[in-house]
Nanobody
Framework: QVQLVESGGGSVQPGGSLRLSCAAS????????MNWYRQAPGKERELVAS????????NYVDSVKGRFTISRDNAKNTMSLQMNSLKPEDTAVYYC???????????WGHGTQVTVSS
């Protein structure tokens, strides 16, 4: 059974840090592009960060550049998102996504809530 399970969300004050993790099971992520998306209340889901299968390439939405770092460990079948200098506008549900378009595979986790508030 294919699963992506996010963890590490929570509540933090502005300027704080959180580290999100995504654990995959039922498939190996080594041939998948991995992504973090987020969705804030009343807004569309937004691609936050992406990392290629070999970690050779990463991309970030402008609003998180310099604050967030995406990484992956193919040996452990996991992916992470280190979030620093968090802002209230980072508040959202964060989703882990694994995508391999060549075989039309697109897997999603159930999300983890991140709340940034004083």
């Amino acid at each position: 059974q294919v699963q992506l399970v996010e963890s590490g969300g929570g509540s933090v004050q502005p300027g704080g840090s959180l580290r999100l993790s995504c654990a995959a099971s039922g498939f190996t992520i080594s041939t998948y592009g991995m992504n973090w998306y987020r969705q804030a209340p009343g807004k569309e889901r937004e691609l936050v960060a992406s990392i290629s299968s070999t970690s050779s390439s990463t991309n970030y939405v402008d609003s998180v550049k310099g604050r967030f770092t995406i990484s992956r460990d193919n040996a452990k079948n996991t992916m992470s998102l280190q979030m620093n200098s968090l802002k209230p506008e980072d508040t959202a549900v964060y989703y882990c996504n694994a995508k391999r378009m060549a075989v039309r595979r697109d897997y999603w986790g159930h999300g983890t809530q991140v709340t940034v508030s004083s």
